[in-house]
């Protein structure tokens, strides 16, 4: 069994408001997910599809079932499950470098390493030049970069990504995304990526991971047979992406 | 004209103004003196060594208050701020005694403390304690919970998060506590002088008061100012070089 590898079984979770009736976030739900995997998971709102990824984080307990990622029962967060958040989450009064820096510091690794795998992740993630900037002074792009190189700093097994690009324009959406496909193959972690976009997923995805709403619920998890680089305008991209979205949509459409 | 000519013409004109004032034999200049005739006093007291040794005074006794208060203020601001259940027996307590001006103390702090330091410490102490515990207790509570779950995907200890993400997310809600900590103890500090005290400013004041001697009184008055100016103008400097990643810093006179 390799290291990265995710093993999602009999996973529920139902929220319990003190003055209101149990809400069923997520039904049961079985994944497997192999080591290396770019798996994006698309859903509408309300679908659970952050509260799954938060469980596999360990932020969230489960109700009932377990999460397990490389063999080992997750039970609360760990530098091993990097997770990126789509509101970017960086600590205003560190730098880029100490941002991508702070995992490493906190785990107690020697000033001279840390110092060489910031700089690694600097220049991986494109932020040569702007390591002494504060994140108040960069553009919603490059903050995202400084948070994916702060996870990918702390080598984790799995990188968790919720709707990572979401709060940035569409042009730079579509730059991270190659970003992030390129560093998937430098750095062969195991994705799990949270999208409401099917393009997104569609140009990103090994497999697609499709959830319904109220409650919800995983009805579809298709493997998407493209090889990479992937082109939104080639023929086999748009006819496969047409099929999964008339998936989604006959399942959605008829639900919601 | 620039801003900055603006400005000083502004404090000029009104230098004048008060000059012509007190010349025009509308008002005794027992009762209004010439902003000449104040610097020249200032002068004297100050070259005769009898200002510095007010001013020293007064400064002590703040400084003291001032850091008395910091020292209990901050630690159990933090520790209320973190623990709910601490929080719910200090803020109640706290909110009892907020409301109550620190000039209605002043008469059983003298009564408890006599008339020498210890009641006026205790005043200026008094005065300092609750924006500083207030703030530092917002600071605390209301850090960003999502950079304390990055912390916690990143590996950091409880600890570590409170120490590295907790606190500094605390630190420019702490800032406005202590500058206006050091406010309250300002005022505090000139209402105990007034009252009871053979030295400071506000001694200084009141005495010249009883022998009608305005000048001098005013040259007090003038030092106060000077004085909360430049210890305000230190903070605002400390502040700006420890919070320069925040950009949208107030540089705006707490008082």
Not at chain 1, 26 to 51: D, M, W, Y
Not at chain 1, 77 to 82: D, S, V
Request: with cysteine; hydrophobic share 50%; net charge positive.
């Amino acid at each position: 069994m390799s290291t990265g590898d995710i093993a999602i079984e009999g996973v529920t979770k139902v929220y319990k408001p003190q003055s209101a009736a149990p809400v069923h976030a997520l039904s049961e739900t079985n994944l497997r997910i192999a080591s290396g995997r770019f798996v994006c998971i698309v859903g509408p709102s309300g679908c659970g599809k952050s509260t799954l990824l938060s469980m596999v984080a360990g932020l969230m307990r489960p109700s009932s079932g377990s999460i397990r990622v490389g063999g080992a029962l997750v039970t609360g967060p760990g530098p091993e499950r990097g997770l990126v958040f789509q509101e970017y989450g960086l600590f205003p009064w560190l730098t880029v470098r100490g941002n991508i820096g702070f995992g490493l510091s906190c785990r107690g690794v020697p000033a001279a390493e840390r110092e060489a795998i910031v700089d690694k992740y600097v220049n991986l993630t494109g932020l040569s030049g702007f390591d002494n900037r504060y994140p108040s002074e960069l553009s919603g792009g490059m903050k995202q970069r400084v948070a994916i190189g702060r996870t990918l700093a702390n080598n984790p097994r799995v990188l968790l990504m919720d709707e990572p690009f979401g709060a940035v324009d569409a042009l730079t959406r579509e730059s991270l995304q190659d970003e992030i496909l390129q560093l998937w193959r430098v750095e062969q972690k195991t994705i799990l990526f949270v999208t409401h976009s099917m393009m997104e997923a569609v140009y990103l995805a090994d497999d697609i991971v499709m959830l319904r709403a109220r409650p919800g619920r995983v009805f579809a998890t298709l493997s998407v047979p493209l090889a990479h680089p992937r082109r939104r305008t080639d023929q086999s991209f748009l006819a496969f992406y047409s099929e999964a979205e008339e998936t989604f949509k006959q399942e959605v459409g008829r639900h919601s | 004209m620039n801003a900055r000519l603006t400005r000083l013409a502004a404090v000029v004109a009104f230098v004048i103004l008060w000059e012509a004032t007190a010349r025009s034999g509308w008002f005794s200049s027992i009762l209004l003196p010439p902003p000449s005739l104040v610097a020249e006093t200032g002068w004297k007291l100050l070259t005769g060594g009898e200002l510095l040794k007010h001013v020293w005074t007064s400064l002590a006794r703040v400084l003291t208050g001032f850091a008395i208060a910091a020292v209990i203020a901050i630690p159990l601001g933090i520790i209320a701020g973190s623990t709910p259940l601490l929080y719910n027996i200090v803020d109640p307590i706290v909110e009892l005694f907020r409301p109550i001006p620190v000039l209605a103390l002043l008469p059983l702090a003298i009564l408890w403390f006599g008339i020498g330091e210890a009641s006026k410490i205790f005043i200026i102490t008094y005065a300092a304690f609750f924006p500083m515990f207030i703030n530092t207790v917002a600071g605390v509570r209301y850090t960003d919970p999502m950079l304390v779950q990055v912390a916690s995907t990143l590996g950091a200890t409880r600890a570590q998060i409170f120490t590295r993400v907790v606190l500094m997310c605390a630190l420019p809600s702490l800032a406005v506590g202590i500058r206006l900590g050091l406010g309250f103890a300002f005022l505090a500090l000139v209402a105990a002088e007034l009252i009871a005290s053979t030295a400071g400013l506000g001694y200084l004041i009141m005495d010249s008061r009883l022998t009608f001697q305005t000048d001098r009184g005013m040259v007090g008055v003038v030092a106060l100012g000077v004085l909360g100016f430049a210890i305000n103008a230190i903070l605002v400097r400390v502040e700006r070089w420890a919070l320069a990643w925040k950009q949208d810093i107030s540089a705006a006179e707490v008082k």
